[in-house]
């Protein structure tokens, strides 16, 4: 059975600021969203309570510590949907950027193979922080995704030479449901035919 937590990508978060001694949010604002061209997101950050109201942040991301559950803060990344279709694209491209390397070819293969099941039914698995959509007989080649709160996601087809951003502006009030991202996710592939 599997069951997904932020765990891996709050142990890798802290393991990252240890080691580099810097912000995630700083060091991802300069080696990726610069390179990339974001329009939005430039590396300001804070750190919330649970008093914090997240929809008047005026920040690219903050920490977000439970420490009944965990000693490593969850990393909150808030960006548009253009800066996230570009780090979309950057996987697309295999980690290369106007002719210039960002992510290593090797991080781009480790990172989107599938290493645990998620779905067998869709041969679905779980990769290094991507949700890997399996080749099979059906399906020549892998895609992956990331989604966020069950109805943001960031979806690269490879195959297909397509990156999918869906966004919900979930900080207030929002009746969007999973379901009908998968409704969306659906006829966006059923237009591209």
Same mark, same amino acid.
């Given at each position: 059975?599997?069951?997904?937590?932020?765990?891996?990508?709050?142990?890798?978060?802290?393991?990252?600021?240890?080691?580099?001694?810097?912000?995630?949010?700083?060091?991802?604002?300069? +080696?990726?969203?610069?390179?990339?061209?974001?329009?939005?997101?430039?590396?300001?950050?804070?750190?919330?309570?649970?008093?914090?109201?997240?929809?008047?942040?005026?920040?690219?991301?903050?920490?977000?510590?439970?420490?009944?559950?965990?000693?490593?803060?969850?990393?909150?990344?808030?960006?548009?949907?253009?800066?996230? %279709?570009?780090?979309?694209?950057?996987? +697309?491209?295999?980690?290369?950027?106007?002719?210039?390397?960002?992510?290593? +070819? +090797?991080?781009?293969?480790?990172?989107?193979?599938?290493?645990?099941?998620?779905?067998?039914?869709?041969?679905?698995?779980?990769?290094?922080?991507?949700?890997?959509?399996?080749?099979? %007989?059906?399906?020549?080649?892998?895609?992956?995704?990331?989604?966020?709160?069950?109805?943001?996601?960031?979806?690269?087809?490879? %195959?297909?030479?397509?990156?999918?951003?869906?966004?919900? %502006?979930?900080?207030?009030?929002?009746?969007?449901?999973?379901?009908?991202?998968?409704?969306?996710?659906?006829?966006?592939?059923?237009?591209?035919?």
């Amino acid at each position: 059975m599997y069951v997904y937590n932020n765990w891996d990508f709050n142990v890798a978060g802290a393991i990252f600021e240890q080691l580099s001694g810097e912000s995630i949010y700083t060091a991802f604002a300069r +080696e990726i969203a610069k390179p990339l061209g974001m329009r939005s997101f430039t590396g300001t950050y804070t750190t919330i309570t649970d008093d914090t109201d997240i929809s008047t942040l005026e920040v690219d991301g903050f920490y977000q510590y439970e420490r009944d559950k965990s000693q490593f803060p969850a990393y909150h990344f808030r960006m548009s949907a253009y800066d996230m %279709a570009l780090y979309g694209q950057l996987y +697309e491209n295999n980690g290369v950027w106007n002719g210039q390397r960002i992510l290593s +070819e +090797e991080w781009i293969a480790q990172s989107t193979t599938s290493y645990s099941v998620t779905n067998r039914y869709m041969d679905f698995g779980y990769g290094l922080l991507w949700n890997v959509i399996n080749a099979n %007989a059906e399906r020549p080649t892998k895609a992956f995704f990331h989604t966020g709160v069950g109805i943001h996601m960031l979806g690269v087809y490879p %195959a297909s030479d397509f990156v999918f951003v869906h966004r919900v %502006a979930t900080e207030g009030d929002y009746d969007f449901t999973q379901q009908s991202l998968y409704q969306i996710i659906g006829k966006v592939f059923a237009a591209r035919k």
